[in-house]
Nanobody, 120 residues
Framework: QVQLVESGGGLVQAGGSLRLSCAASGSIISIKTMGWWRQFPGKQRELVAEITGAGTTTYDDSVKGRFTISTDNAENTAYLQMSSLKPEDTAVYYC????????????WGWGQGTQVTVSS
């Protein structure tokens, strides 16, 4: 019913910036929440940042002041602007979202993931 497609990952030097995008498509009425998670090798996914449809944001302490999450509600797209990147930010980043589909139903799911590598 809904597909999440991520883009924007890649290789960047420490101190640099990247912007991740997550575009949701399907029979979406509106965004309930969208978020970015990351997974280090051998570890569970952890929340990086989350935003509600009303614009309330939550950040992990490790990225506060460096990362900014935002959405384009008209395009059902979430962004993660990452600045002052550190080698320890290297991970696979996943988009996650919950959407209102109408008639009281919602959809929740994940994108395919995008690799972010920060070189020292």
């Amino acid at each position: 019913q809904v597909q999440l497609v991520e883009s924007g990952g890649g290789l960047v030097q420490a101190g640099g910036s990247l912007r991740l995008s997550c575009a949701a498509s399907g029979s979406i009425i509106s965004i309930k929440t969208m978020g970015w998670w990351r997974q280090f090798p051998g570890k569970q996914r952890e929340l990086v940042a989350e935003i509600t449809g009303a614009g309330t944001t939550t950040y992990d302490d490790s990225v506060k002041g460096r990362f900014t999450i935002s959405t384009d509600n008209a395009e059902n797209t979430a962004y993660l602007q990452m600045s002052s990147l550190k080698p320890e930010d290297t991970a696979v980043y996943y988009c996650n979202g919950e959407f209102f589909l109408g008639a009281g139903s919602t959809w929740w799911g994940w994108g395919q993931g995008t690799q972010v590598t920060v070189s020292s």
